[in-house]
């Protein structure tokens, strides 16, 4: 690790994290709700590679080799930290999909139980495994049924075995959803 990683792990570390601000809004007669969580994948865990890829860099915390199959059931908590209250699971699949080990294309379903909504949110989209990745959101269950929007996945700690996503969710509802 370089010092400027450190400095950056040190910073990520100290910086004040709201647990999950929520926001509602109604704007045009559009429900919305933004929020935030924190995803933690534990590699052999949460996360497991099925299939192994053909060509690119090794596997690490960060890349795959292209082709590779990874599935995982992380719990979504309130904080960074992993010990902080969980209120969801992402559970998915991704393909590496960048010769660099670095991208790849990306299905999930997440379960939230969140202040008074409950049910899952599915998204699908690329992710890129060290910068921030906007996810659209294409369905939903229960409180989230006709949710539109987007979910953005930042990294916030790469090291170690557990690596942790800020999941910031950007979501809508159209005038014509039965709210509860």
């Excluded at 379960?111 to 060290?130: A, D, E, F, Q, Y």
Aim: charged share 10%; no cysteine.
């Amino acid at each position: 690790m370089d010092l400027s990683q450190l400095y950056l792990s040190l910073i990520l570390l100290v910086l004040p994290y709201k647990a999950i601000s929520t926001s509602h809004h109604h704007t045009n007669g559009l429900k919305s709700l933004h929020f935030t969580l924190f995803q933690h994948e534990t590699i052999n865990k949460t996360g497991f590679i099925i299939v192994n890829g053909v060509a690119g860099p090794g596997v690490s915390q960060t890349t795959t080799p292209f082709g590779t199959l990874f599935a995982f059931q992380d719990p979504m908590t309130l904080t960074p930290n992993l010990n902080s209250k969980v209120v969801g699971t992402a559970e998915g699949t991704s393909i590496t999909s960048g010769l660099d080990g670095l991208q790849s294309i990306s299905i999930a379903k997440i379960t939230l139980n969140i202040k008074r909504h409950k049910g899952s949110i599915s998204i699908v989209g690329g992710t890129h495994n060290i910068k921030p990745s906007d996810h659209p959101v294409v369905g939903g269950t229960e409180d989230f049924l006709f949710v539109q929007g987007y979910v953005t996945s930042s990294p916030v700690n790469l090291t170690g075995l557990t690596v942790t996503y800020r999941i910031e969710f950007h979501l809508f509802w159209p005038p014509y959803a039965n709210f509860r």
